[in-house]
């Protein structure tokens, strides 16, 4: 993969180096970080890659839904592997990625420390404390928790992480749970996953009766303490009812649209417009399986593309940005296994053409080179590219984080 020019300092750190594998934890063979498939860069021409390489070193590069630990290379292990609570960063391929800022979403809808349903509160808070434990050991990544963290990563050569969660399932019903997780670091939330909670309907339910009470009070709650909320996996009439509930701007940070995949992941015309309306955006998913189209059944960086300039046409380039969703290991691999764990059969089509892997955005570090040279192979332009890569997002995040 051809670098970009925003290099970070990185000192060859390896998660968990201060710790002696098979003593303090039980080691497992992770799968590459770095060239588990063949590389691809999107094809420009030498003039078009200037225009890349310019504004990877000027703007500010922000992916808003990512997952950046490393799987197992044996997938058979992954229950036995969560149940340690120990997830693996991917520090070497990140400092290649051209991202400062990455919004981390951890692993709790597989947090099995304790039980195999995962979203438990205990088990949460294991999971985000190892994270940062193993953060705070090394110098690249930055723990965001207030706009000047993001302001100065690029400056530093850093990258800064946002704590996100897709889910309040953990606090089930206690609201002070919001506070201690903001607390701990984390600055947005889904109001729900899949499943119902506490809050409202997830979009696996057949019934969606909207926010419910308690849901209404947590929206507020996350209002008053600077925490975006998001909506991604929500069902659609919570979803509405989430945006018109919240005092602030409310995010969408991983779909498609519904538009032109019609499966309950991606989102209806009228929810990405409620979310528009209310100054928020809309982040596109590059998940396996995911943003496909009918013009491009099978998943690539054009069908991801295709729901890109479809939301932007739909509520504009403000209101767009990027969530791929991504992970380091066999993404499509893991799916199978955790196919009941996540709910993914339950949003996807019956006669999805599969894919072993989404060429050019198979990973964290892969997926904004490729989003960006395919932007401007596609005459956007710089200014149109800095909102969609960046500016869009810290908007939002001016109107919703503490001051």
């Known amino acids: 993969m051809a670098s970009v020019d925003n290099k970070k300092n990185y000192d060859g750190y390896k998660a968990f180096q201060y710790l002696e594998p098979g003593v303090d934890y039980k080691e497992y063979k992770l799968a590459k970080e770095i060239g588990r498939v063949p590389a691809f860069d999107y094809p420009v021409s ?42 693996f960063t991917a520090y070497e ?6 991202l400062d800022v990455i919004f981390e979403n951890f692993m709790d809808g597989t947090a099995m420390v304790t039980s195999q ?22 110098d690249m990544i930055i723990k965001a928790e207030r706009l000047e963290d993001i302001y100065r990563a690029k400056k530093e050569g850093k990258i800064a992480f946002v704590g996100a969660l897709e889910s309040c ?21 889904g109001v729900v996953y899949s499943e119902a909670n506490q809050l409202g309907a997830g979009l696996r339910e057949p019934n969606d009766a909207g926010l419910t009470v308690f849901g209404k009070e947590a929206v507020k709650r996350m209002n008053k303490l600077g925490i975006t909320i998001d909506v991604s996996h929500a069902g659609d009439k919570t979803a509405l009812d989430t945006i018109e509930t919240s005092d602030a701007p409310v995010t969408i940070n991983h779909a498609g649209a519904r538009g032109l995949w019609n499966t309950n992941r991606m989102k209806p015309d009228d929810v990405i417009k409620a979310c528009a309306e209310k100054g928020g955006v ?22 991801f593309m295709e729901h890109f300039e479809y939301v932007a046409n739909l509520v504009g380039i403000d209101h767009v940005a990027f ?54 192979k596609h005459g956007y332009s710089k200014e149109d590219i800095r909102k969609v890569v960046g500016t869009n997002i810290i908007r939002v995040l001016e109107a919703t984080w503490t001051k």
């Not at 310019?54 to 950046?68: A, L």
């Not at 949460?124 to 050991?137: F, K, N």
């Open 46 to 87: 030498e003039e078009e890659e200037a225009i890349v390489q310019e504004i990877f070193r000027n703007d500010t590069i922000i992916s808003m839904h990512e997952h950046t630990f490393i799987a197992p290379e044996d997938l058979t292990e992954f229950y036995e592997f969560r149940r340690t609570g120990r997830d």
């Open 323 to 376: 969530g791929p969703d991504t992970l380091f290991g066999d993404h499509v691999g893991l799916h199978d296994v955790l196919s009941g764990q996540l709910s993914i059969k339950s949003s996807q089509k019956s006669d999805l053409q599969r894919v072993e892997y989404v060429k050019g955005l198979e990973n964290p570090a892969e997926c904004f080179p490729n989003i960006v040279r395919w932007l401007v």
């Open 282 to 303: 809309i982040a596109i998913e590059a998940a396996p399986h995911s943003t496909v189209t009918a013009k491009h059944p099978q998943h690539s960086i054009e069908s």
């Open 169 to 189: 399932t953990m606090i089930e019903n206690e609201l002070d749970r919001l506070d201690i997780l903001y607390g701990f670091g984390i600055r947005t939330m």
């Open 117 to 138: 349903a995962g979203w438990k509160w205990s088990d949460v808070i294991h999971d985000i404390g190892i994270r940062y434990s193993d953060i705070a050991h090394q």
């Open 93 to 98: 391929a990140l400092s290649q990625s051209g």
